[in-house]
């Protein structure tokens, strides 16, 4: 077999004929052959005194065993109108049945399941270009010839990446919606970050303050600009799925009233229009009631001991008139009423 002498796994059996003085030899061959021997040849030869070179026979190795499957690594544009994903399986016999897809993402987890055609080939669905990113993540292949593997499972899975080339996406990207409020008080220091899913990733960042974008923000001792890598939540085909994502923070410190404004954040990849989140830094509903509140303290104490004050004098003056049993009279307005007198009377009896 492929030039290797394997003899030594056959067993002979001698029978000799008297009447025609004939020696028949069965030679019988058992040997553990593996997929790799699939069509090589097994080549009896048997030789004598009268024919020193013999004869021989070949007969190509037949071996049947379950596929294996491999699924191309694919990359996109987010334009591309078509999207094909081949699944290649290698097997004997080589009649494959093939089974739903699956999509996952890059964790595993499940996002959809899908029909291909019995060729192999999976074409994904067109969508909107703005949720085409969708589209990226594990595909997985799964086939069968009905030859059973050493484990005896029929059906053999294979899978491969897709990698959808688009512009930045905000997360959570609800219905494109970019836009968040936050809310903070005067002198206080606030962060303002933004989730990002880019693949490629971006490789332009730009901050601005402002509607109109009237300042482009840099860094400084009010403004301090960051990212870090992170898993960000997202929606693949209505599926919640963690992804390899970015988070972008500004800093301000020090709010004044003018800090109170809006913020917009641009990426950009080289696909597409920049990607723009704006969020709305507004100030806090209590803030200036707080700030009346501890200033009028002060007064509403004075007030409350003022009253006081005047209610303790009161009760005075009725205890005094009772015990005395004096009239309270009133000297007409010839006064001013800062210089108005009271005077006791004795009552005559």
Known sequence: MEGKNITSYSTQKFTYESTTDMYTTNSVLRYTVVKQNNGQLITCRASNEANPIGISASQPIQVQFAPKIYVNNMTFNYLDN?????????????????????????????????????????VLPLYHIDHSYQDNGIYVCKAGNGIQDKEGIIEQTGYGFVTINAKPVFMPNIKGINKSTTHSKVGRTVELTVKVYSIPKYDSITWYRGINKELQIIHSQKYSLSETSAIV???????????????????????????????????????????????????????????????????????????????????????AIRKTGCKLEKIPDSKTKAESDIHFYQNQE
């Not at 917009?264 to 597409?272: A, H, M, R, T, V």
């Open 233 to 319: 939540k997202g929606f693949f085909h209505d599926t919640e799925v963690d992804l390899d994502g970015f988070i972008m923070t500004l800093k301000i410190n020090n709010l004044t009233t003018d800090d109170f404004t809006t913020y917009s954040l641009q990426l950009e990849n080289n696909y597409g229009s920049p990607a723009e989140y704006v969020v709305t830094l507004e100030l806090s509903g209590n803030s200036d009631l707080n700030i009346n509140q501890d200033s009028s303290i002060p007064v509403v104490v004075g007030s409350s001991i003022g009253g006081l004050a005047l209610v303790l004098v009161g009760a005075v003056i009725i205890i």
């Open 82 to 122: 078509s999207r094909v994903i081949s699944c290649n399986a290698s097997g004997n016999p080589s009649n494959y049945t093939y089974y739903q897809w699956k999509h996952t993402s890059s964790n595993g987890k499940l996002i959809r399941e899908m029909k291909g055609k019995q060729t192999g080939k999976l």
